[in-house]
């Protein structure tokens, strides 16, 4: 994915995550955050490839149904002549495998590159969601209530099981969106939901947690 098909685009890795089924959702959590993202940020080959790396710990939805994903960690990426090439075909991948294997469902998971376009410029707040679907099927009216909205375009054809096989998606496009209270965001579930209506079916409300970027340098684990 040469950077000259695409101009100056913001590219992100989106890594839509099941977990393991032996861990529970509350263990799941934890490691991602407590493990798992300082284990992937230590390695120097990681942030090679990654400027900013940011956790989506998918939380309860409010009709208690099961999850497609349980966490999505988006990576923006380094400007580079080729999107393809990134941290799964560095060496230092191998260092972070055996914590994949234990922490996620490898066959239920996927990772895609796409860019990101700013819909509604406002601010982001601690009550988000992400929506999965067809890009065809987002009109900005259905997220009124939404006071920051950011559409990031993936391309289906780079899925893969992170760095282990090859994978199939066919949402093309990510959507985030931030409300004002979790009420709003509650609504907007119901809504999105909704068979009658016809809409996307797959909003995951998250917990945002910031792992490194420019607003929050890496800093060594060694010294804090």
């Not at 989106?14 to 284990?39: K, V």
């Not at 090439?85 to 055996?98: I, M, S, T």
């Not at 490898?106 to 819909?119: D, M, Q, R």
């Not at 391309?155 to 985030?176: M, P, Q, R, W, Y």
Request: with cysteine.
């Amino acid at each position: 994915m040469p950077i000259s098909e695409h101009g100056q685009k913001t590219y992100r890795r989106h890594s839509l995550l099941r977990r393991n089924p032996a861990l529970s959702r509350e263990a799941f959590s934890t490691h991602y955050e407590t493990t798992h993202g300082p284990l992937a940020s230590s390695q120097e080959g990681f942030r090679q490839f990654a400027s900013r790396y940011v956790q989506n710990h998918v939380e309860r939805l409010p009709d208690d149904s099961e999850p497609l994903f349980d966490g999505v960690t988006m990576t923006t990426q380094v400007p580079r002549g080729d999107y393809s090439k990134g941290f799964f075909n560095h060496p230092d991948y191998a260092n972070v495998q055996d914590d994949e294997r234990y922490l996620f469902d490898i066959a239920e998971t996927v990772s895609l590159l796409g860019w990101e376009e700013v819909v509604v410029d406002g601010p982001a707040t601690q009550f988000k969601a992400l929506l999965l679907m067809a890009s065809s099927a987002f009109t900005q009216d259905r997220l009124r209530t939404a006071s920051r909205i950011v559409a990031n375009h993936l391309d289906v054809n780079t899925a893969s099981a992170l760095g282990f096989s090859k994978s199939t998606f066919s949402c093309d496009l990510l959507i985030e969106a931030w409300f004002n209270e979790a009420l709003v965001r509650t609504a907007a579930y119901r809504e999105y939901t909704s068979p009658a209506e016809g809409l996307p079916q797959i909003f995951l409300p998250v917990r945002e947690v910031m792992v490194y970027g420019p607003e929050k340098p890496w800093i060594h684990p060694k010294h804090p």
